[in-house]
């Protein structure tokens, strides 16, 4: 069963008007279904797709999917006012998550807002695709929500985070691989990276952090 049927939204109405956060999952190729359909399980949140630069308009938070990176670029290269839109939430300091392709923070499709080197499909192709447990490292604040134990992880094709080049930059969670640790998520500021794809497992922990720590806080600061 796929992530899109756990947390199906089909069976919820959202008021806009009453939630507390609007946020957007750009929706040009990959696997941003999944993410608005968790989202839209919580209360607080709309979540919706975004396509162009006015879905943009009044967001509080954007995720940024896994899917084909390559392809992910060359469709916001398409639509420049789309880019410039991008580029302007990063310089506001919108909260922004990327998974898996989607956390590829310099890469110029994620308008490059993190200071970290990435090596792309470092475990492999999509046949050695895995799922292991991991337990988030202390730089990972839990002042709004219960604190994350170890979690299932799903990894395709994922990329890692194989340079830290800022101490603004802090690990949230490494795996051993090869008997070598990794690192596969990372946050710097209101930016988020995660080399795995919490949208396709039954636990919505990473989503529920997330808006309750970094989205709603950014917007009642706003406030």
């Not at 940024?64 to 392809?71: A, D, I, N």
């Not at 636990?203 to 917007?219: G, L, Q």
Request: aromatic residues 8%.
């Amino acid at each position: 069963m796929s992530s899109a049927s756990m947390f199906t939204s089909s069976s919820r109405v959202h008021d806009p008007s009453n939630a507390k956060v609007r946020i957007g999952v750009l929706a040009l190729q990959g696997a941003f279904i999944e993410h608005i359909n968790i989202l839209n399980s919580f209360d607080d949140v709309f979540s919706f797709p975004v396509k162009t630069a006015a879905d943009c308009e009044n967001i509080d938070g954007l995720v940024l999917p896994g899917g084909e990176s390559t392809t992910m670029g060359k469709l916001i290269t398409i639509d420049p006012d789309l880019r410039e839109k991008l580029e302007s939430l990063v310089v506001k300091g919108v909260p922004m998550w990327g998974t898996c392709a989607g956390g590829k923070f310099p890469d110029p499709y994620l308008l490059r807002a993190m200071d970290i080197d990435v090596t792309r499909n470092y475990f492999g192709p999509q046949t050695m695709s895995f799922t292991t447990a991991i337990r988030p490292t202390d730089l990972m604040r839990f002042h709004n929500t219960k604190r994350l134990e170890a979690f299932d992880a799903t990894f395709i094709r994922a990329p890692i985070a194989s340079s830290i080049n800022s101490e603004d930059v802090h690990v949230l969670g490494t795996i051993v691989h090869e008997e070598k640790e990794v690192v596969v998520a990372v946050e710097q500021g209101p930016f988020l990276g995660t080399s795995f794809h919490p949208e396709l497992t039954m636990d919505d922990s990473w989503h529920k952090w997330w808006v309750n720590e970094r989205v709603i806080p950014m917007k009642n600061t706003e406030a």
